[in-house]
């Protein structure tokens, strides 16, 4: 097992690693922040002084030695734009964020699972197919499309409902359905997909012909199985809230992390780019590494096959 662990570990680590070098040197490749900051029109020589201030006039080598090296001391950068901490910044915008993706989260799962197992147990039935109709357009129809219809229907034509901002938890509703649907979506038909799998198993046949009633052998024996495989959707979406959300945060005005990095991308305001970046890759890692360690757990076999 720790063999296991320590092999896991170290892939984690070195995707972080991979995924903070690859956006340093895209955002350096980009375009001069300097430039975007402080304008065009700006004398060279005080846009000479900016790129000396922050570092910039270095090769970009020397850039990416200074920046691992302030990382390992927990020092990830200042803003360019009021000269504040970046990790201050994000962690203003953080409870925002959560705000909306843990009841999305929530809403995806009690969405997605029961509806894929609802149309597993009646397939090829006309609520199966609804059921799939209805997930198939949840995952495909873009996000901000999805937003905007919503917007339209309930906020403007209706009224019901804020269109956008943070006034008070009614404006959370139609970002956190937005988020939601999607995932659910995805959910439903990967549960299916597993409970059919499962349902055509030899074990699932020898239990209904030894008299077992149907749904204690659904819940004690389909439902079990089928939880394993929908275990790796389920930790993704957890790995990729924060990224998941700014799309939806730009289209609602929503003030969290999604739509800092909006807006720090567009003012190549690097530090706080890196930083939202570095937060959503670690999550993500951590949560694929939960779920490959919790397979270990559930299925032993895997870690014999790396030891």
């Not at 209904?208 to 930790?235: D, E």
Request: with cysteine; proline share 6%; charged share 10%.
């Amino acid at each position: 097992m720790l063999r296991f662990f320590a092999i896991r570990l170290g892939r984690a680590l070195l995707t972080i690693v991979l995924v903070v070098t690859f956006a340093f040197v895209v955002l350096r490749l980009s375009g001069d922040p300097a430039i975007t900051i402080m304008s065009p029109e700006a004398p060279p020589e005080a846009l000479a002084a900016f790129r000396q201030a922050w570092g910039l006039d270095q090769p970009i080598w020397i850039q990416y030695l200074r920046y691992f090296g302030a990382i390992f001391q927990g020092e990830l950068g200042q803003s360019m734009r009021d000269g504040r901490p970046a990790i201050v910044l994000v962690a203003e915008r953080i409870p925002a964020t959560l705000a909306l993706t843990i009841p999305a989260f929530l809403l995806k799962i009690g969405l997605g699972i029961p509806a894929g197992v609802y149309a597993a147990l009646h397939r090829n039935s006309w609520t199966d197919r609804a059921v799939m109709a209805g997930a198939v357009a949840g995952f495909t129809v873009p996000s901000f499309v999805l937003g905007l219809i919503l917007v339209l229907v309930f906020a403007v034509q209706l009224g019901w409902l804020p269109s956008g901002g943070q006034d008070s938890w009614r404006s959370a509703i139609l970002p956190i359905i937005t988020m939601a649907l999607g995932g659910a979506g995805v959910l439903a038909r990967f549960t299916r997909s597993a409970m059919l799998e499962v349902l055509g198993q030899p074990f699932i046949r020898t239990a209904s012909a030894k008299g077992v009633p149907w749904p204690q052998v659904v819940r004690g024996h389909a439902l079990p199985n089928a939880a394993i495989p929908t275990v790796t959707i389920v930790g993704f979406m957890v790995g990729s809230l924060i990224a998941g959300a700014v799309v939806v945060e730009s289209v609602f005005s929503w003030p969290g992390v999604g739509r800092l990095l909006v807006v720090a991308v567009a003012n190549r305001d690097l530090a706080v780019v890196q930083c939202i970046l570095l937060a959503v890759a670690s999550t993500m890692v951590i949560s694929n590494l939960t779920v490959d360690l919790l397979y270990g757990v559930l299925d032993p076999r895997l870690r014999a096959r790396t030891s």
